[in-house]
């Protein structure tokens, strides 16, 4: 198939162990959809993250044996909450990833929510106060960025210092493309536009995303940067049946076992589209009128491989 430029695939790390059963979680099914992944044509997929809040597989260990298994396919975080590991450790990880994949690493980067104490616990349990992940998350980017420069670097911020400490492997990239999260955050959206290289965000309306991007441009023209150099992905989840019902049956199961968070309350925070192709087409063409240019797309439901092959044949071809 013909490479498509602007849609990548979340990948199940999550799901192997949600979906696991007394064997244990089945890892191959990540490195299977990967393949499957570029075969289709995808520009890219996707590992999510988490520590102890939602379990999953550890995201630059999968990313590394995505990578040596892919040729062509980006290989990304969406997104990784920086914040809870150090900057020098990161970068290395990244820098190695993205030397074994020859320059196809992204990362996405987030903040993450502070609005349940399994967050708070996630963030004690690794040594971070969760009242500090913003700072730490802006620092943490400025360490990296000059770190992969291949030059000595001193830190004389406020939770990294670093005096002329040079990492190698350098990445193959001159920079790994840094991805910022972002929701309608007002510092969230000043760090994308400060500090993005593209936006990634999954609000559940077209209006909420226009605002946002709004928003980012004001503050990017604040900061002196041209905006048009910051792209706008959507992260969209994706239940494709004929019957809506059972779509929405799927889904909320889904996305209720991801989040041990009731359904409508998980919907009105992020998108959610669940029913047959064409709704997912509209969508998408809505979003894309609206200034999107990129789209992860994760698949809610057990039934990964099936899923992906349904929007590739049925949704992609209307919308790439």
């Not at 708070?120 to 730490?136: F, K, L, M, Q, Y």
């Not at 209006?207 to 905006?227: N, S, Y």
């Amino acid at each position: 198939m013909v490479p498509v430029n602007n849609f990548g695939v979340l990948l199940p790390t999550r799901g192997v162990l949600v979906y696991a059963g007394s064997g244990g979680p089945r890892v191959e099914q990540t490195w299977q959809m990967a393949e499957t992944a570029e075969r289709a044509g995808y520009d890219s997929v996707w590992v999510g993250d988490s520590i102890t809040s939602k379990p999953r597989l550890e995201p630059m260990t999968a990313m590394a044996a995505i990578a040596a298994r892919t040729n062509r396919v980006k290989v990304g975080t969406a997104v990784l909450l920086n914040a809870l590991r150090h900057p020098v450790h990161l970068a290395h990880a990244a820098a190695t990833i993205d030397n074994i994949a020859g320059g196809r690493t992204i990362l996405g980067l987030g903040a993450g929510r502070g609005n349940n104490q399994m967050f708070v616990d996630e963030h004690s349990a690794v040594g971070v106060p969760i009242t500090e992940r913003a700072s730490r998350m802006e620092e943490s980017i400025r360490v990296m960025r000059a770190l992969w420069t291949g030059e000595p670097v001193s830190n004389e911020g406020e939770f990294y210092p670093l005096r002329n400490v040079t990492l190698e492997p350098s990445p193959v990239q001159p920079s790994i493309p840094l991805w910022i999260s972002s929701n309608w955050v007002r510092r969230g959206l000043a760090r994308v536009a400060e500090m993005g290289d593209a936006w990634i965000t999954n609000v559940p309306s077209v209006e909420l995303f226009e605002q946002c991007w709004e928003r980012i441009e004001q503050c990017a023209a604040e900061a002196g940067r041209d905006p048009a150099g910051i792209g706008r992905c959507l992260y969209i989840s994706v239940n494709l049946k004929d019957d809506p019902g059972d779509a929405l049956m799927e889904g909320d199961r889904f996305m209720q076992a991801y989040y041990s968070v009731p359904y409508d309350i998980i919907s009105k925070q992020l998108l959610c589209v669940f029913g047959p192709p064409q709704k997912c087409i509209d969508a998408i063409k809505a979003y894309q009128s609206s200034g999107a240019d990129y789209f992860i797309v994760r698949f809610a439901s057990p039934d990964q491989m099936g899923q992906m092959a349904r929007f590739t044949e049925e949704v992609l071809p209307h919308v790439a």
